[in-house]
Structure formats: structure tokens, C-alpha cells
């Protein structure tokens, strides 16, 4: 059975600074992985998609980066903004059964 | 413009109830879903439509059931509403491939007193 893990649960970190938020999944036979963003009270915002043959996606100051032989996406922000802040979560999409699991998600707060 | 759109965006009412919540998407997507997302923001599937056909049905209570008029559209149905069923809930929609991954709605706050 997938799990999908999101470590660390919350995170604060200072205007400005590079961060990376962590995805770890325990069954490799993914389609793809997925990157979104919540804001609270709000609905899910895709990010980045990348597929399982990629290894990373980019978008203006966003990376996401796969790694299935280890079971691990991480997904990197540069110079971080206070509109930055929310919650940011990660989905893999089944080879198996189509199912997409998602994790529990990263709080990300960032301080002005 | 909004891509997926659901109504209503809060819905507060009583147990024993029956609600409906609307999803319509304007992507051409094949595949739609209705997910939960229960008070821990833990996001589950429910159900998925491609093409009228329920192609994923999760272990979730016979009172809810997903009506699909046409691929644009997938209704969530609740009856009898209960006291855990309070959530959020999400439409979203995907091509049939998922190999441009998913669009969500924007959600429905459920609130059963």
C-alpha cells in the first residue's frame, strides 16, 4: 500500500532564504508526482507535475525534483516570499490502480 | 474563467438532511473526482467519473452517490446527513491519462450541527 510522507509537518523560515520541502513515497511504480499549494480556507493549486520518466520540473522560483529509485521528491523554493505561506502538498498518481495519494501536507510560514 | 467550479462554497445545515454540492469543469476533461478532506487536511478520494462510468469507488457510506448529467459535470449527492460528515470537499478533474496531473475546485465547506 502507498504512503506518501511530508516532512516536516510545519516550517518557519526567514524572508529570502532557499528552502526545501520533502515527499517520500514507498512504492516507486508512480505515473507521476504532483506539487500543490493550499492556502487556507482555499482549494489546491497545482504547482509543478512531473512525470515518472522526468527528474525535475521548473517553475520561476520553484524546482521539483523525483527521485523513484528512492522514493523521494523534493520540492525547492528560492528566496522565499511571505506570500509564500501555505500549505504545500504532494500527490502520486498509481501505475497500479490510478489512485492518487496524497500526503499530509508541509506548512510553510514564511517570516517577513 | 474559473477552470473548476463548485457551488456551494459553504453549506451549513442540519442532521438528517439531504444536500447536493455542484462541480462543473470547463477544461474538456474526461475524468472528474470528489475528494474529503477531513478536519487533519488529509485529502481522500471518494469517487471518480470518466464518461458517466464510476471508474474508482472508494469504501465510503451508500448515502453519498456522485450524479455525472454529462463529462462537464459531476454532482455529489449526501442523504441523511450526519455529524461526520462535516469536512471539506473537493471536485476535481484530470484527462483520462492523468498525464497532466489534476485541477481541483476550489472546495465546499460542509458543516452538519
Known amino acids: 500500500k502507498q504512503e506518501v510522507t511530508q516532512i516536516p509537518a510545519a516550517l518557519s523560515v526567514p524572508e529570502g532564504e532557499n528552502l526545501v520541502l520533502n515527499c517520500s513515497f514507498t512504492d516507486s511504480a508512480i505515473y507521476n508526482l504532483q506539487w500543490f499549494r493550499q492556502d487556507p480556507g482555499k482549494g489546491l493549486t497545482s504547482l509543478l507535475l512531473?512525470?515518472?520518466?522526468?527528474r525535475e520540473q521548473t517553475s520561476g522560483r520553484l524546482n521539483a525534483s523525483l527521485d523513484k529509485s528512492s522514493g523521494r521528491s523534493t520540492l525547492y523554493i528560492a528566496a522565499s516570499q511571505p506570500g509564500d505561506s501555505a500549505t504545500y502538498l504532494c500527490a502520486a498518481l498509481m501505475n497500479r490502480d490510478d489512485k492518487i495519494i496524497f500526503g499530509k501536507g508541509t506548512r510553510l510560514h514564511i517570516l517577513p | 474563467d474559473t477552470a473548476v467550479s463548485q457551488t456551494p462554497k459553504y453549506l451549513v445545515t442540519q442532521m438528517g438532511n439531504d444536500k447536493s454540492i455542484k462541480c462543473e469543469q470547463n477544461?474538456?476533461?474526461?475524468?472528474m473526482y470528489w475528494y474529503k478532506q477531513d478536519s487533519k487536511k488529509f485529502l481522500k478520494i471518494m469517487f471518480s467519473?470518466?464518461?458517466?462510468?464510476?471508474?474508482i469507488n472508494e469504501t465510503v457510506p451508500n448515502r453519498f452517490s456522485p450524479k455525472s448529467p454529462d463529462k462537464a459535470h459531476l454532482n455529489l449527492h449526501i442523504n441523511s446527513l450526519e455529524l461526520g460528515d462535516s469536512a471539506v470537499y473537493f471536485c476535481a478533474s484530470s484527462q483520462l491519462d492523468r498525464a497532466g496531473g489534476y485541477t481541483f475546485g476550489s472546495g465546499t465547506r460542509l458543516t452538519v450541527v
Open positions: 467519473y470518466n464518461n458517466k462510468e464510476l471508474i
Open positions: 477544461l474538456g476533461h474526461d475524468t
Open positions: 512531473i512525470q515518472s520518466s522526468q
